[in-house]
């Protein structure tokens, strides 16, 4: 909850104007029964007609006081409510976007879904509830016992001895409910997961024809979460029955005691109906707790799943500890081991033990304008290298080097300028090709065009409809698998960059295209350090140097005709491929 009350601080003026309209609209609420009571007992027995409708105009007047207050104060509280619901949104989205590898690994990309969407509404619906109900109910409650006790001592403490068994209850099980409640919401984190891989792998499980397998396997995680959420559902509903119960007892005792007091000439008859309006108002105020209990309950769970991620803050840290060098190669990785977290993980759950390293003693330096290339089986730690580079991680041993300065010794923005990268299976967005290349850098369009010409794109941008005005759809499924890559190369060189990644980014290439797009890098951006990762031998072999990687390991160094001479792993690799 302290997240919340944290947000709600930033709009205490409009938070403050909409409780101080609820309190004016539940005073306006709670003279109504007191009028009422007044008219039967002091008014209608006058029977000054001219009384009566001036009581009751005072009564109408009251009424849609009463109405017109709590309408405006809901709407103020709605309002504040979205407000506070918008800057945990963003503040959550900005610092996922922070979010160290580690970091993103520990909480699981489903788990940060519906922090980002169920958690946030639940912290919505707190909000407007401590605006709105949590104001109303708490003052129903005290006034009705107020004003029960100025009309007749005797009979209020009926509900006075009930409130303290009524509230206890509340409490009690609003305890057990948050833990519940997170529960639900962990379970939730596992269906949007299996949800996840089945919307993005939808063409694999219709092609292998496992459609009936996946329905099973999100029906037992549907299972699992309805099952936590109707135990969490059941254990807050039980103080409702008994509440009601408690309260209708209570109500029945004040009919007959107070008909013994009309009788014995203590009280007038008006009291004991203005008694059961301010029960059935007080009722209503109970009921009221019960339901704030639960929706704070569930918002309390909600919230601290939203502030792990955002006490997480920005997570990168700037090293002045470590001493520049005055080495004189561009790029050096010295004696770098890595391995991904310390635990292994699913949806921030601990499934294993310590992970195997996913780099082991890496040594290789390059020079500005040289290019690497990295070869090698799938899951040797290509990627790896890119990511300590980046400094998505940071390496647990040795030291990664740009232009003598340690990596951990830039700004974040300082350090990621310098790369134009493509990334395995990287993003298109569903915006024009000419924006999916500039990607909000105010690129003119000359150098969005030479980008596209130099990634061999712009044949076929030319030939779209539109151009580059072409609009992509989502993740780019209106294009073909190369022309994806090809724009996505495109949107890596337009920056002009000091350093150029390419993961993997020609699969879906003929090998022509690929080698234009070689040649044209080459010609065209000599200036630019060029790190290439690659399965085919034929995208690699006229590097500066390559560098042949198996199990984390660097097994190969040197040039094409080096490599096929001392190195068996890599020569293998050629013939197999040209064979």
């Not at 039980?238 to 408690?246: A, E, S």
């Amino acid at each position: 909850m302290k997240l919340i009350f944290r947000y709600m601080r930033k709009y205490k003026a409009a938070i403050f104007l909409a409780v101080f309209i609820k309190l004016l609209g539940t005073m306006s609420e709670l003279t109504l029964p007191y009028i009422l009571e007044y008219m039967i007992d002091h008014v209608v027995p006058e029977k000054d007609l001219k009384m009566v409708c001036l009581w009751g105009l005072l009564m109408f007047v009251a009424a849609i006081l009463c109405r017109q207050l709590n309408v405006m104060a809901n709407r103020r509280a709605i309002d504040n409510a979205h407000r506070v619901s918008y800057n945990v949104r963003q503040d959550l989205f900005k610092v996922t976007a922070n979010l160290s590898g580690d970091s993103f690994d520990e909480v699981g990309l489903p788990s940060l879904i519906s922090r980002m969407t169920s958690d946030s509404y639940n912290v919505q619906s707190a909000v407007a509830q401590l605006q709105s109900l949590c104001v109303r109910a708490p003052m129903i409650l005290i006034g009705g016992v107020i004003m029960t006790l100025a009309m007749d001592v005797y009979l209020a403490m009926i509900l006075v001895i009930m409130l303290p068994f009524l509230i206890t209850v509340v409490f009690f099980v609003s305890s057990k409910g948050i833990p519940l409640y997170t529960a639900v919401q962990k379970k939730l984190d596992s269906v949007v997961r299996i949800m996840r891989e089945n919307i993005t792998g939808i063409r694999v499980v219709k092609a292998l024809s496992k459609g009936e397998y996946e329905k099973k396997r999100f029906g037992q995680a549907n299972e699992e979460m309805t099952s936590t959420d109707i135990m969490a559902g059941t254990v807050m509903a039980v103080p409702g029955p008994f509440m009601q119960l408690c309260l209708n007892v209570g109500l029945t005792l004040v009919v007959i005691l107070g008909a013994r007091r009309v009788n014995e000439g203590n009280i007038e008859p008006g009291v004991i109906l203005a008694f059961l309006t301010y029960f059935n108002m007080i009722t209503m105020g109970v009921m009221g707790l019960n339901r704030i209990f639960m929706s704070l309950s569930k918002a309390s769970a909600s919230a601290d799943r939203i502030d792990l991620v955002i006490s997480k803050g920005e997570e990168w840290e700037k090293r002045n500890d470590i001493v520049t060098t005055s080495s004189e190669d561009f790029i050096e990785f010295s004696s770098v081991s890595f391995s991904y977290g310390k635990e292994s993980r699913v949806d921030g759950d601990f499934v294993g033990g310590k992970r195997e390293k996913a780099l082991d003693d890496i040594s290789f330096s390059l020079n500005k304008g040289q290019s690497l290339g990295i070869i090698g089986p799938t899951g040797c730690g290509k990627t790896t290298v890119i990511n300590l580079l980046l400094r998505f991680y940071d390496a647990d041993e040795g030291r990664i080097t740009i232009g003598g300065r340690d990596v951990r010794t830039f700004d974040k923005d300082e350090l990621r300028k310098r790369f134009g990268v493509v990334f395995q299976n990287d993003m298109v967005f569903m915006d024009t090709i000419g924006n999916n290349i500039d990607f909000g850098r105010g690129i003119s369009e000359n150098d969005l065009l030479s980008a596209a010409k130099d990634a061999q794109a712009y044949e076929y941008i030319e030939g779209l409809d539109k151009g580059l005005e072409y609009r992509a759809d989502i993740k780019g499924a209106n294009l073909s698998g190369g022309q994806r890559q090809r724009l996505l190369v495109a949107r890596a060189l337009a920056g002009k960059p000091e350093i150029l990644i390419l993961d993997d980014s020609s699969s879906a290439l003929d090998y022509k295209t690929d080698s234009d797009m070689r040649h044209a890098i080459r010609e065209n951006h000599k200036d630019s350090t060029l790190i290439l990762i690659a399965q085919r031998v034929s995208s690699v072999m006229n590097m500066d140097k390559i560098m042949v990687m198996d199990n984390g390991k660097c097994i190969g160094m040197g040039t094409h005709q080096e490599l096929m001479e001392n190195c068996s792993a890599y020569r293998e690799t050629y013939e197999m491929q040209t064979s």
